[in-house]
C-alpha cells in the first residue's frame, strides 16, 4: 500500500482535524544541528493555538530533558520538561524500571555528559563516559586497567569523543557473559546542519563486530521509549501521529504503537525510499515534504 502524499492545506487541515496527539522526532523533522528547520517555530504554535498534545521524542542521547530544554528555549520552540524524552531518558528508565539493574551495580558508559545526568537521576551508578582518563588518545595499555568489578553493564550511545581506551574498556567489560550490552539507540546516521555524521549506531559497531553479537537497543523503534510515554501521558493511538524522518526508526516505531505516521523529507528518509521502484517495507501513512508546510494554515 503506498503512502498518501499530502499536497496543501486541505490536506493539512484534515490531519490537524485527525489528530489530537502530535510526536515529534527531533533531528531532521525539527531541526538540524542547531539550525531550526524552515516554517517549524509556526507550526508548533498552531498546533498550541488547536489545543493539540505534543510530545518529542528524540533517539539522540547526547542530552537530558532538562539540556533539551533549553535547546527548545535557545531556538525559541515552546517545549516542557514533561513533553521531552530522549534515548538518554529512556535508558535510564529501562535500567532502573524496567530490567531494575542492581543498585549496587554500575553501568561503563560510552555516551556523553547528558546521557550521564539521566543516569544519576535515575540512581544508577556509572563509570566511564566523560571521565577525563577515559577521554585520552594515549594508547591503550591493558596492564594499566584494572577492570571494576561491579560493572554489570555497558550502555553505547552517541560519543562525539569516542577513541580505542573506550572501545577497549567496553569490550573488555563485555567478554563477561553476565555484562549486558545496551544500546541508547542504533540510529546508523546522525543529520546536522552541514552534513551528514555517523550515528550512535555507527559508535555501536565495533563492539558488535569484535563481539560477534549486538546490544539490546532500547531508543526508536523499540518498545521503551513509547512506554516511557505512557507512563507519564495520556494519549489515544488512534488519534495520534508521529511525525519522523527516519523510516526504521520513527515510522517503525509508530507503526509497531499503533499511531499513524507522518514521514517528513527534511532529514534522512528521500522521497524515492518511498516513491521509487524499490521502496522500503516500512510504509508511512503520509509523506509530505517538510512539517514547515503545515504553515499553509497560519
Ligand atoms: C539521533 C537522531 O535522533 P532523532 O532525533 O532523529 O530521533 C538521529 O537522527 O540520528
Ligand atoms: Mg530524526
Redesign the pocket.
Same mark, same amino acid.
Given at each position: 500500500m503506498s503512502p498518501e502524499r499530502l499536497s496543501g492545506a486541505q490536506d493539512y487541515e484534515d490531519l490537524l482535524n485527525k489528530y489530537d496527539t502530535w510526536m515529534f522526532?527531533? #533531528? /531532521?523533522?525539527l531541526w538540524r544541528g542547531n539550525e531550526l528547520i524552515d516554517g517549524v517555530t509556526e507550526v508548533l504554535q498552531l498546533l498550541r493555538s488547536r489545543k493539540k498534545q505534543i510530545i518529542f521524542v528524540? =533517539? =539522540?542521547a547526547t542530552q537530558s530533558r532538562n539540556t533539551y530544554k533549553k535547546k527548545f528555549d535557545k531556538l525559541g520552540l515552546e517545549a516542557h520538561v514533561d513533553e521531552i524524552f530522549g534515548s538518554a531518558f529512556a535508558s535510564a528508565i529501562y535500567l532502573s524500571s524496567v530490567i531494575k539493574f542492581p543498585k549496587e551495580k554500575k553501568v561503563f558508559v560510552i555516551g556523553m555528559p547528558g546521557l550521564e545526568e539521566e543516569l544519576r537521576a535515575e540512581g544508577i551508578k556509572h563509570v566511564g563516559g566523560s571521565d577525563p582518563a577515559d577521554n585520552t588518545l594515549e594508547p591503550f595499555t591493558p596492564s594499566s586497567f584494572s577492570p571494576d568489578p561491579d560493572v554489570g553493564a555497558v550502555l553505547c550511545g552517541?560519543d562525539t569523543s569516542i577513541n580505542y581506551t573506550k572501545l577497549s574498556k567496553a569490550f573488555i567489560y563485555l567478554q563477561n557473559p553476565s555484562c549486558l550490552f545496551l544500546a541508547t =539507540?542504533e #540510529?546508523s546516521?546522525?543529520?546536522t546542519a552541514g552534513a551528514l555524521l555517523p /550515528?550512535?549506531g555507527a559508535i555501536s559497531a565495533p563492539l558488535r563486530f569484535a563481539l560477534g553479537k549486538n546490544p539490546a537497543s532500547i531508543g526508536?523503534p523499540a518498545r521503551t521509549m513509547l512506554d516511557c510515554i505512557k507512563a507519564k501521558h495520556d494519549y489515544d493511538p488512534s488519534r495520534t501521529i508521529m511525525v519522523g524522518?527516519?523510516l526504521n526508526? #520513527?515510522i517503525l516505531f509508530g507503526k509497531e504503537g499503533l499511531l499513524s505516521t507522518l514521514l517528513v523529507l527534511t /532529514?534522512?528518509t528521500h522521497e524515492e525510499e518511498v516513491f521509487g521502484a524499490n521502496p522500503s517495507p516500512i510504509v508511512p501513512d503520509y509523506v509530505t515534504r517538510s512539517i514547515g508546510d503545515f504553515r499553509a494554515l497560519i
Open positions: 522526532d527531533c #533531528d /531532521g523533522v528524540t =533517539n =539522540n552517541l =539507540n #540510529d546516521t546522525y543529520p /550515528g550512535a526508536k524522518d527516519r526508526t #520513527d /532529514g534522512i
